[in-house]
């Protein structure tokens, strides 16, 4: 899919996000949902080191706080950006909440399922399959992870 006007500034905040989970240890990815008017409704960043949680991923964490803002867990109208492709879990929570277009930075072969690895956003044996756009400032979104692993080693 081809980005909207507005998904380079989305991802640009999501780094922003991203670089709050510098603090605790955690991976620098960061999640932005957006309402159907472009309003932020809930941001998260990484926050497995810092909770303890395996689950505690960005995209988790982001649809979490934007259905407790909204009263619904069904999220649709919203936009969830994120700093990298979901995984197979945040894959499965996207869809569960009905996010209708799913944005993000960098592409993950090793994990991705939003194309690189699997689809599943996409899979068309399900009953709600949202737009899906990647790589939107793909490489800014990648050099902030290479940076953080850089400095592990």
């Not at 990815?29 to 309003?39: N, T």
């Not at 988790?60 to 069904?74: D, S």
């Not at 899979?123 to 949202?130: G, M, Q, T, V």
């Amino acid at each position: 899919m081809i980005p909207g006007p507005d998904d380079e500034r989305l991802v640009r905040r999501a780094i922003d996000v991203a670089r709050g989970a510098l603090g605790t240890g955690d991976v620098p990815i960061g999640a932005v949902v957006v309402d159907a008017s472009g309003a932020e409704v809930a941001t998260a960043c990484n926050a497995r080191e810092a909770l303890g949680d395996p689950t505690a991923h960005a995209e988790i964490l982001a649809l979490r706080a934007a259905a407790a803002v909204l009263g619904e867990w069904r999220l649709t109208g919203c936009t969830l950006v994120v700093t990298l492709e979901p995984c197979t879990m945040c894959a499965g929570a996207i869809w569960l909440a009905r996010v209708p277009r799913v944005v993000f930075g960098a592409w993950e072969p090793r994990t991705g399922a939003a194309g690189s690895l699997w689809d599943v956003l996409r899979d068309r044996r399900l009953n709600h399959r949202p737009e899906v756009v990647g790589g939107v400032l793909a490489d800014e979104c990648a050099a902030l992870l290479e940076d953080f692993f850089g400095e592990l080693r």
